[in-house]
């Protein structure tokens, strides 16, 4: 078992930066990486990005060099650093534990984005 603790998110204006945090602890070492998706309101739920258990990142087209995915020091601990924020970024934030098989969710985060 995994459990994934997510904080931060918050309401901003457009062009605010936002920081999400997310730890995973349990069984980590299982985890072969760790990604964000977001639900916006009214639609389904899509992918952001991901970070694996190496290092590796990998973004939805969508994020044009907007937001990071970094770990942040203990190893299950990653950042999503969202920059330039805009209202099409408003949304739930979710981040997961991937494992072979399961993938863990955490109890998602809201942004919201608003003049």
């Known amino acids: 078992q995994v459990q994934v603790v997510q904080s931060g998110g918050g309401s901003v204006e457009p062009g605010s930066s936002l920081r999400l945090s997310c730890v995973a602890s349990?069984?980590?070492?299982?985890?072969?990486?760790m990604a964000w998706y977001r639900r916006p309101p009214g639609q389904e739920r899509e992918y952001v990005g991901m970070i694996t258990a190496s290092g590796i990142t990998d973004y939805a087209p969508f994020v044009r060099g907007r937001f990071i995915i970094s770990e942040n020091g203990p190893k299950y601990t990653i950042n999503l650093q969202m920059n330039d924020l805009n209202s099409e970024d408003t949304a739930v934030y979710y981040c997961?534990?991937?494992?072979?098989?399961?993938?863990?969710w955490g109890q998602g985060t809201q942004v919201t984005v608003s003049s």
């Open positions: 997961s534990a991937r494992l072979p098989g399961p993938e863990y």
């Open positions: 349990g069984s980590v070492e299982a985890i072969t990486s």
